[in-house]
């Protein structure tokens, strides 16, 4: 399958409404986000305008919604807009917000698609990452018999099945066979509660933001006069029924098995919180947020491992993009303390370095006598050396600068390097250059495996 594209929208757009839990009035804007920026929550409301990146271990609380939460600052009921993001294969976007949720609107994801449309949808340059599932991959919560899992697939499809114990709802299947059909079959179904569950959230001051157009209420047991006129005074309404269908007043199903969609379309937001577009079949037994959000985590800790074990392969027997005697014009470093032998790949954001590791290297001498080992500093100091490549090639004269280590962070050596290897270094950058600064995260293989790892930080300085 060929790979796609990223996404972002071509302008902002802004909708208002109210938060269904707060009650608050919010302002919510959609503004394009460059490649590889993902979704994330700015408050603008909040001093110095923080941002909250849409990542599953930022979850903090899945009562009624997904709850994020980073340094102090909260973004309640992520859910509706994730998904329509999802739905409508958006890659990139910052959401502003002026209050802790966004807008209910009508418990659905309908009036994010019909904002993102109209913002207009743009492709971008960069390929769009892709997490293909290989193997089945399940989560079960023993306590409610919640499960979700993913099985290989050639596309991303969601299969929710729920039963909820009750005789005015029953069980009830949702099927999306492909992202495409999310704004005509998913995006219009509507958040749902249960009347005994909803005089539980008012009696503890939540869903303020709630009436009969934005969730469907099931009346699932007796309503004793009492609640009737609680019922009443929440919804600001002089009369109250229940219809047939056993809905709370007069509200219409757009279709009939509208809770199933609705929860398919919260699988879909809150699986967004993996952080990487997903190829697979997604079955989900009863889903709620926390089964939801729990196997976001599971998945995102196996993409992130399977990343870090991921090998690049490399043809060493083809000419290098440059030389030993290439790399001495653009490095100030000489032997023995210079550490790589060949540039491989280079571009403005990456750069993959090659090292011979024979026994002839001095350090072998005392480290250590009958048993050598290449010394995990010098590892490290061997990708900053292929990173000082990569900064060193943003100016017409390398030659008359220096480089200086900074920093290093997360440093984790998982391999020992013997005498004969052949090491590749990978370095990318974690944010752009910017006054010489290079901030990269760096790989070291051999022999197909990671041998070591770092995130570091160098600058480079004119020659005095």
Known sequence: MKPQKQRTIGKEVTLTGVGLH??????????PAAENHGYAFKRVDLEGEPIIEADANYVVNTQRGTNLEKHGVKIQTSEHVLAALVGLEIDNV????NA??????DGSSKFFVEALEKAGLVEQEAEREEYIVKDVISYKDEATGSEI???????YMVTTMVDFGTKVLGTQNATLEKLSDFKTEIADARTFSFLHELEALLEHGLIKGGD??????YVDKEISETTMKKLQKAFDKEKLSVKPNGILDNLTLHQPNEAARHKLLDVIGDLALAGTRIRGKIIANKPGHYVNTQFAKKIAKIIKLEKRNKVPSYDLNQPPLMDIHQIMDMLPHRPPFLLIDRVLELSDTHVVGMKNVSMN???????FPGAPVMPGVLQVEAMAQTGGILVLSTVPDPENYLTFFMKMDNVKFKQKVLPGDTLVFHCSLITPIRRGICHMQAYAYANNKLVCEAELMAQIAKKK
């Open 22 to 31: 707060t009650g608050e009035n919010v302002t919510l804007t959609f503004l």
């Open 94 to 97: 910052l959401i502003e917000l």
């Open 100 to 105: 802790p949720e966004p807008p209910i609107m």
């Open 149 to 155: 899992t993913i099985i290989p697939s050639d596309t």
């Open 212 to 217: 009969l157009n934005n969730a469907i209420v």
């Open 361 to 367: 290297e001095p350090f072998f001498v005392g480290h």
